[in-house]
C-alpha cells in the first residue's frame, strides 16, 4: 500500500470511525494503542498493513471493502477537482461574491482531497473586498499543504505567498512584499501544477525590487524570468494550439491527454481573463467528460462556460455549450431543463450568422421531441436543419437529418413523405459515397 493509499485508506477510517460516534480512545486496546490508531488515519507509512487490518475490523470494515471505498473516492476526486476548477474561473471570470457563494454551498467533508484549495479560494475571493480576511485564508492554505507532504506538487503554497506578495505591495511594506514572494518561488515545484506561477512571482519581485531602489537584483530577476518557458506567456495563438490539440486527442479517444491537454489551456485563459476562449475550452472538456459518460463533470464543464455568457460577446459561442447540456438533459431524461437549453440554442442560432452550430442546435431539438415519440413537433426543426445543411453543403449532417426524418414520416404514417426522404436518402449516401471514393 503506498503512501497515497494510505493516506485516502486513513481518511476513510476516520471518517467512519466518526459516523460510528467512536473516539480514538474508545477502540484502542492493549494489540493497537491511541497513538497507533491516529497514525493509520493520518496514512503514517510506517504502521504494519496487520494493524490497519485490525483497526478495520474493530470498525467493521474488512481491507478489501475499504479498498473499494478508496478506489471509489478516488473517481470522486476527480470530480471534486473540478467543482473547485469551476469556482476558481467564477471567481477570476465571473464574480468573486459568486464564487464564495458556491463555496459555502460546498460540503467540505467531500473536498478532504483538496487541502489548502478550499482556503486558497476564499482568500481570492476576499481579495477585492478585504484584503486582512483574504490573508488569513492565504494562510490558512499555505499550513494546510505544510500539513500534507504529498500536495506540495499542487503548487498552491506557491500561489498563496504570490497573492499575500502583493497584498503587502498594496500596503506599501514592500520589504514584507517581497520576503513572501521569495517564499513563494523557494517553494516553487518546478514538475509540478500551475507552472505559470513561477513567472508571476518572478515579475513581482522584480517590481518589489525596482520600488525598493535595488536595481541590480531586479534587472537579475528579469533575466530569470525570459529564460522562462514561453507556455504561459501570452495567449491566442497558443490558446489555438491548445484547442486543436485537444480535439484531435478527443476524436482519437485519447481521453486523458484530451483533459489534460484542456485544463491547460482552460488555466491559461483563465490567468490572461480571455472570456471566450475559457468559454470554448470549458465547452470542450464538458465534451470530452460526456464521451466518457461522466454525466455530472460534463454537467459541471456546460455550466461553467456558460457563467461567463455576459462576458462574451461573440454570442454564436454560447450555441454549443447550451446544445450540449441540453443534449446532456436529455441522457438523464430531465426534459424540462433540456428543452430550456436546446430551445435556447435555437434562439441564439436564429440571430446568427454561425450556420453550422445552429444546425447541431436544430437537430438536438428535433431528437428531443424524437425521443419522446413527439413526431409531429420533431419534423419542424428537422426539416428547417435541413434546409440550412443542403444550402450550406453539410453533406454529414444532411445524411443524419434525411435518416430522422424518414423514422418521423414512417411513424405518422404519411407514406408518400417516407418514401420521397427515402429516395433522397439514398442520393445523400451516394453522393457521400462517392466523395469518400475520391479521397482514397
Known amino acids: 500500500m503506498n503512501y497515497s493509499d494510505r493516506k485516502k485508506s486513513g481518511e476513510m477510517l476516520r471518517r467512519i470511525r466518526k459516523d460510528q460516534g467512536f473516539t480514538i480512545e474508545n477502540l484502542a486496546d492493549d494489540y493497537i494503542s491511541a497513538s497507533t490508531i491516529s497514525n493509520i488515519e493520518r496514512g503514517n507509512p510506517y504502521v504494519s498493513i496487520e494493524k490497519i487490518n485490525y483497526y478495520a475490523k474493530k470498525l467493521d470494515v474488512g481491507l478489501e471493502e475499504l479498498s473499494n471505498l478508496t478506489t471509489e473516492e478516488k473517481k470522486n476526486e476527480k470530480k471534486y477537482r473540478l467543482q473547485l476548477m469551476s469556482i476558481e474561473n467564477m471567481i477570476d471570470l465571473v464574480d468573486p461574491n459568486a464564487g464564495l457563494a458556491r463555496l459555502r454551498q460546498l460540503n467540505s467533508g467531500h473536498f478532504s482531497c483538496c487541502p489548502g484549495m478550499i482556503n486558497y479560494l476564499k482568500g481570492k475571493s476576499y481579495y477585492r473586498k478585504n484584503k486582512e480576511k483574504a490573508e488569513t485564508y492565504f494562510l490558512k492554505a499555505i499550513q494546510q499543504v505544510d ?65 525598493l531602489g535595488r536595481l541590480e537584483e531586479s534587472i537579475q530577476t528579469i533575466e530569470q524570468l525570459r529564460s522562462q518557458p514561453e507556455e504561459f506567456k501570452s495567449t491566442n495563438s497558443t490558446l489555438s494550439i491548445y484547442v486543436l490539440q485537444a480535439r484531435i486527442y478527443h476524436r482519437n479517444k485519447l481521453y486523458s491527454q484530451a483533459i489534460a491537454c484542456t485544463e491547460t489551456g482552460i488555466e491559461l485563459a483563465r490567468i490572461n481573463r480571455m472570456y471566450e476562449r475559457s468559454s470554448e475550452l470549458w465547452t ?122 424518414c423514422y418521423c414520416y414512417e411513424q405518422i404514417g404519411d407514406i408518400e413523405k417516407f418514401q420521397n426522404y427515402s429516395k433522397r436518402l439514398v442520393k445523400v449516401k451516394f453522393r457521400n459515397n462517392q466523395k469518400g471514393i475520391e479521397c482514397i
Open 147 to 211: 500539513q500534507h507532504p504529498n500536495l506540495e506538487k499542487s503548487n498552491i503554497k506557491s500561489i498563496c505567498y504570490n497573492e499575500l506578495g502583493t497584498i503587502y505591495f498594496y500596503k506599501n511594506e514592500l520589504e514584507q512584499a517581497l520576503h513572501y514572494t521569495q517564499k513563494g518561488i523557494d517553494a516553487f515545484v518546478p514538475d509540478g501544477e500551475r507552472s505559470y506561477v513561477k513567472s508571476m512571482l518572478l515579475a513581482n519581485k522584480a517590481i518589489y525590487l525596482e520600488d
Open 284 to 405: 470542450l472538456l464538458g465534451n470530452i467528460h460526456f464521451s466518457l459518460q461522466k454525466l455530472e463533470e460534463a454537467e459541471i464543464c456546460y455550466l461553467t462556460a456558460l457563467d461567463i455568457k455576459e462576458k462574451i460577446r461573440k454570442e454564436h459561442l454560447l450555441i454549443t455549450p447550451y446544445t450540449q447540456l441540453g443534449l446532456l438533459y436529455l441522457e438523464q431524461n430531465k426534459y424540462t431543463q433540456a428543452q430550456q437549453a436546446l430551445e435556447e440554442a435555437v434562439k441564439i442560432g436564429e440571430r446568427s450568422d454561425h450556420i453550422l452550430p445552429y444546425i447541431g442546435a436544430l437537430i438536438a431539438l428535433g431528437n428531443f421531441y424524437l425521443k419522446q415519440k413527439k413526431y409531429y413537433q420533431a419534423i419542424q426543426p428537422f426539416e428547417k436543419a435541413l434546409t440550412l445543411a443542403q444550402k450550406h453543403n453539410s453533406t454529414d449532417r444532411e445524411e443524419e437529418i434525411v435518416v430522422n426524418l
